[in-house]
């Protein structure tokens, strides 16, 4: 059983700053690459920012410069900085990991931690 738990979410006026956390438990052998995703009301879900267990990264054009993705490979924990909140940064947002369990390799989702940013 593996799990992915989410954490740091809230709400936060405009040009805050939060940092969001995944930790991931459960039968892992291996994480591939880590990432999050969010979910707008009425939109889809998008890929914010991802990262491998090397270290490189890749992330949306909307926050390049402005959210930092990293993560801890011995704690299997990965993280969000979000600096400069926008208004339309407010989302669900979701922690993914693609990762071997021994037996099985799938992605695995958190639950979704609610990002508000308003005045």
């Known amino acids: 059983q593996v799990q992915l738990v989410e954490s740091g979410g809230g709400l936060v006026q405009p040009g805050g700053s939060l940092r969001l956390s995944c930790v991931t438990s459960?039968?892992?052998?291996?994480?591939?690459?880590m990432a999050w995703y969010r979910q707008a009301p009425g939109k889809q879900r998008e890929l914010v920012a991802s990262?491998?267990?090397?270290?490189?990264?890749n992330y949306a054009d909307s926050v390049k410069g402005r959210f930092t993705i990293s993560r801890d490979n011995a704690k299997n924990t990965v993280f969000l900085q979000m600096n400069s909140l926008k208004p339309e940064d407010t989302a669900v947002y979701y922690c993914?990991?693609?990762?071997?369990?021994?037996?099985?390799?799938?992605?695995?989702w958190g639950q979704g931690t609610q990002v508000t940013v308003s005045s």
């Open positions: 990262i491998i267990s090397g270290g490189s990264t």
């Open positions: 459960g039968s892992i052998v291996r994480i591939y690459t």
């Open positions: 993914n990991a693609d990762l071997f369990t021994g037996w099985r390799r799938a992605d695995y």
